[in-house]
Structures are given as C-alpha cells and as structure tokens.
C-alpha cells in the first residue's frame, strides 16, 4: 500500500496538498557518529590552493544534531545542506521518473534565511531562491526538475541571524502519480554472521513508518552460526513479527540466497520488488525509503541500486556507477575518480564529477531493488555461487529493454573488500569461471574479443607470483565451463568443499600467525616507497613478461629452506615478487604471513595446462556461447532454483 506522505521521519506541518508524496526526507546520522556528519550537511568553509580543495572553517559540531530530523545552526552561522544523503539528485529524477517537480518544505525555529540552489552537470552551483524564516516557520519551495538532462542536484543552505536557526524537519514531495503504488520485500542472505544480521533487522525494526512499505524481510540463513540463535533475536523477531521470514538452507551462496529470496517473492506475490541486502552491512533505512520511492515513481520497470559505503572507513565512498568494459568483460567504474572518495576531504560542492549523471551497467546486490515484473520476464540469478552474479543479471535486464539506476542518497556501509585478495584463495574458481560463463552469455565480440587473452595472462601473473593455488583452481574452471551449462546447478552445494580441499596442496595458502611460527629470511624485509615505481606497460611490459617467464621456465631456485624475502602486502605487486625465488608475504586482512616457493615444475605443468584450455575455449567458443545463451531461461528459472534449493 502507498500512503499519502510515508516517511520515517516526522512531517512538517502546514496546507500540504493532499496527495503530495514524499521521495525523500531531510535525515541525520542516527548515531550521531562525527566521522559521518560529512555526508549530512557540509558545514565547513573551503578554498582553492593550487589545485586542491582546503577547509578553512568548520561551523557545524555533531552536538547540532538535535536528532533523526533536526539540526542547529548557530547565530550568525552558515550551514550547506549540499551533502551526500541531504541533496536531492535532480537529474536521476528527471531522466529516470515521472516527476518533473519538487517540492521542499521546510520546518524550522527562530529567525534567519533559507537559500536553495542547484547544481548543472558541471558542479556548477547557482542560486535559485531564498526566504527569511522567523519564529516557528514553514517555508516551501516548488523546484522544476526539467533542466538536468546531463546531470545535476537541489539543495539548501541554512543561514542563521543573531539567534541559532533550527531545521525541525525536512522533506522533498511531488505530486506526480506513480507508477506502480507496490510494496517491496527486503531478501537479505546471510553465512555465519548473525550479529550483523540481527543488528540490521533490529534497526528496520525501529522503523514503524518504513515498515509500512515492506511486505516480507527474507532472512535467508546459509551458516552453520544461526542467526535465531542470537540472544538478541527473538525480541527483533518479536518486533518485526509476520514481517520476519528465517529460511534456513545448504550454503548456496550469494546467488543461491539472494535465488531464494526472489523466489520466496514470486510465490508470495504481494510485493512489487525484492531489495536484495548482503548481510555484513549496516543499513541507512532512509536509503531504502528513497529506493522503494523511486522505483514506484520510475517510468517503467527499473533495477534501482545503492551505493556502498566502507564500514570500517565510514566517509569513503566506493565506485559510484559500475560498468563492464565489453572487450576485456572485465568490471570497471565510471572513472577513476570515483574510486575510495573520500567526503572529508571533498564534499558535494567541492565534487564536479559527482554532479554529472552516470549510468550504470549494473549495481552490486549489497544493495540492489529488482522489479517483481523484471525476475518474471529474465528469470533469477544465474547458479554461479559467488561472484559476477550481479553483473550479469544487470546485462541480462539490459538486453530486455531493463535498465539500472545506481541513485545516489541511496546506500549503506558494507565491509570492505580492501582487505582482502580472494583472486588468490578458493575464490579465484568463482573468479575466472564466472567471468567466462558472463561473457559467453553476454560478449558481443567473436571469441568473447579480448577476454581469453585478459583470462590467460591473468593466469600468468599469477604464476610469476607463485601462486600456484590460484592458477590450479582457473585451469579447473575452465575444465568445468567446457561440460556444458549442466554443471552449474550439479556443482552448486559440492565445489566449494572440494576447491578448499585442494588449499592442501599448495604450500602458499598456509598462514603463519603467531610469530614465534614465523621463519626467518635470508636477505630480511625488503620495503618500497609508495607510489615510486609504477607497474610495466607497454613495450616494457612485453619485455619484463617475457624475461620473467624464461626466468621460472628455464631456471631452477635457489634454496628453498628458508624464505628469500619478507614483504608486506603492499610491496609484493605481481612485478616485483616474480624476481624472488621465494618470499615471505604478509595477507591482506593482516592475519600473518604466507611462504610462496618458486617451482619450476609445477610452474610449467600449469602453464601448459593453462594455454591448453584457454586455446580449447577459444576454438569451441562460438558453440559454448550457444549453448550457454540457449539453456539460460532454463537455468535461471524458478523451477530449476527449487530443485537446487530442495536437494
């Protein structure tokens, strides 16, 4: 059901029209966390020195957070509301949706001035309109959203007289009919970590007024460590009552889990969308409220995504749109700058690339809405486990006229993946398979372009590294992609022991955590400057491939008794490890160090191996690709994920 005004948050008062509808309210950090504050208002004064964007002042404390929809500024204080998740992102709104005007309404105390702006493509700002508020005020403005094809935002700015000025509350409505007035359901697949989970649900919980939106929230329990087990759980569960559903199944993965929860949709069939939501995250609710507004407002069925914020580095922002370079069907975002923004060292204002509109090829299902109608017409994940099932399902609605929107002022925080390398652990399988099983379906070049060629050399830089492990469990990947589409749902709930099975094998995916277990090196630790010496390219990386290869093909190591080397993690770049005959190298979470030996022997079974079933894929690709694409509506089919759920 779509009620008039639904927001989670308190409404302003006044002579609202009747079926205004609000898209999305004015919010604070609900903990009152400083280390976010950024991404809530921009209080701080900046310059330009040089090229490079300087705070001069800040105006605003954590302390002016009154609460959930309330903010101080100061007497005599400026305080800019152009922030991550208080900006309204025009241009999405007017390319994506039905709704050509906004209006914001405002609710504040004491006396001073609003000033609205906007924003163009270029971060350009310019002034639109402003009112002196006094005493007890509301104070609205109705925004045309007309003129940001290319990109573009509203916001305001709150400046303060002689006394504080406080905003009560804060919304942007429209008065446009949506297109659809459905709920949404939440599908949120979970391995063994239930205090995340509970966490999360315990906040949606809370939120009475957004929970009028969601029909079911599918916990989908894939661990051996059972979120009900949880002391927390049964008041959660007691709290969210008949909107609480706990499935417990095998461990299918990511695409198993989040299968199941848009299977569990399908069957239910009272919700217009299933947002799928990993579980180690920690939830915005007003993100939600905001993806469920604008898929109802969306002119046709549309995947609406998040953006993900870092957990453990709350002001960072990870890419902001996805895409897939088709040549080398490799992922990629939209530019470089995108990557880790940092929003205490540059906000909204200070930020021109953010204003312009990107499109997105796909978004990350850590936070993805899918329209009921578009899991009914394409089907639901591909059975690949983990990795690129997202991706892939993101071309796939493509292909069928389904586009996705990565919304800004939508998303969360989710566990990095800075620290971690699963290129190198049993998921590399994922990795390299995936891959391939996405290009095959979606590759428009002959021979999938330059894919093959990107897979065997990323094959390669992992034997110059010693990473034996990684190439042994790539070269199976491929021997199983060459079976036929019939392993995928056969191998669902059986490869993953098998793969960590192999670990054994590989001297390299042991770990030595204490120091005392830690052997000595023959020539210490060896460190790098940052940032001093770039990785080969070009001409140079031709000849730096082609001595190191001749080097672990034709020459044998020298002792392996003891490590060559130490390096940390940051040092060990797949251009300088291939010169060691051993090393000891930190991993990436910082648990310990790793002992890679140089074997020539097991280098060059490998690579053989790997050139072999590269060059057998590249000569049966244009079958494959048949008959992949041809068993893909049965794949990813209802009945064929029950099958797989049942066994």
Not at 195 to 201: A, G, H, I, K, S
Request: net charge negative; charged share 25%.
């Amino acid at each position: 059901m779509l009620v008039p005004v639904p927001p989670p948050v308190q409404q302003p008062s006044g002579d609202h029209p009747a079926m205004s509808l609000v898209v999305q309210n004015l919010v604070f950090p609900l903990d009152r966390d400083p280390d976010i504050l950024p991404l809530y208002l921009d209080a701080e004064t900046w310059t330009t020195v040089g090229h490079e964007t300087v705070r001069v002042s800040d105006f605003a404390h954590v302390d002016d957070v009154l609460d959930r929809s309330s903010a101080r500024v100061r007497p005599g204080r400026r305080v800019s509301f152009a922030s991550y998740f208080n900006a309204f992102p025009a241009s999405y709104w007017q390319h994506w949706t039905t709704v050509r005007e906004v209006t914001l309404e405002l609710s504040t105390e004491g006396s001073g001035t609003v000033l609205v702006y906007r924003s163009n493509a270029n971060g350009v700002a310019q002034r639109v309109e402003s009112r002196d508020v006094s005493g007890g005020d509301t104070v609205r403005f109705s925004l045309p959203v007309t003129n940001f094809t290319d990109g573009g935002w509203y916001w305001f700015d709150a400046v303060a007289g002689s006394e504080e000025l406080i905003i009560r509350s804060g919304s942007w409505s429209t008065d446009a009919t949506p297109r659809t007035t459905a709920n949404a359901s939440i599908g949120i697949t979970t391995m063994n970590k239930p205090d995340y989970c509970v966490r999360n649900l315990a906040a949606l919980a809370k939120e009475t007024a957004l929970l009028t939106d969601i029909d079911t929230i599918y916990v989908v329990d894939q661990g051996t460590t059972k979120v009900q087990d949880r002391e927390e759980f049964p008041a959660v569960a007691e709290a969210l009552g008949d909107k609480l559903t706990v499935i417990n199944q095998a461990n299918l993965g990511g695409s198993g889990g989040f299968s199941r929860s848009m299977s569990e949709t399908l069957d239910a069939g009272t919700s217009g969308f299933v947002l799928l939501l990993d579980d180690d995250v920690e939830v915005e609710p007003e993100g939600i409220f905001r993806s469920i507004q604008f898929s109802r407002f969306s002119s046709r069925p549309t995947i609406v995504g998040g953006h993900m914020f870092d957990l453990l580095d709350k002001p960072i922002l990870h890419a902001f749109s996805e895409n897939i370079d088709l040549h080398p069907f490799l992922w990629r975002p939209g530019f470089d700058e995108q990557i880790r923004h940092d929003f205490r060292v540059s906000n909204l204002r200070q930020t021109p690339w953010m204003h312009a509109r990107m499109d997105a090829d796909y978004n990350g299902w850590w936070m993805c809405m899918i329209p009921v109608e578009v899991i009914r017409d394409i089907g639901l994940s591909i059975p690949v486990f983990i990795k690129w099932d997202d991706s892939e399902y993101g071309l796939r609605a493509r292909s069928r006229g389904y586009r996705t929107v990565s919304l800004p002022g939508s998303a969360l925080w989710h566990i990095s993946w800075i620290d971690k390398d699963d290129s190198q652990d049993w998921q590399a399988y994922y990795h390299a398979r995936n891959r391939l099983v996405a290009g095959l379906l979606h590759s428009p070049y002959s021979k999938g372009g330059r894919l093959l060629s990107n897979s065997s050399r990323i094959s390669l830089k992992h034997l110059l590294s010693m990473q034996y492990y990684a190439v042994e469990l790539r070269n199976e990947a491929i021997r199983d992609l060459l079976t036929g589409p019939e392993h995928l749902h056969r191998t669902m709930g059986t490869k993953l022991p098998e793969l960590r099975a192999q670990a054994a094998d590989f001297s390299e995916t042991s770990v030595y955590t204490a120091d005392s277990d830690v052997p000595p090196t023959r020539e210490g630790r060896r460190s790098y400057p940052l940032h001093t010496e770039p990785s080969p390219a070009g001409a140079s990386l031709a000849v730096f491939t082609a001595k190191a290869a001749a080097r672990h093909w034709l020459t044998s190591p020298a002792d392996q008794s003891q490590p060559q080397v130490e390096l940390a993690k940051r040092d060990a770049t797949w251009w300088r490890v291939p010169g060691f005959d051993s090393a000891l190298i930190s991993t990436a979470d910082g648990r310990g160090s790793s002992w890679y030996r140089r074997d020539r022997s097991e280098f060059r079974a490998l690579l053989k191996e790997s050139l072999r079933l590269h060059r057998e894929l590249e000569r049966n690709w244009d079958a494959l690709a048949e008959q992949y694409r041809r068993a893909l509506p049965e794949f990813t089919s209802q009945e064929a994920w029950k099958t797989t759920f049942e066994q």
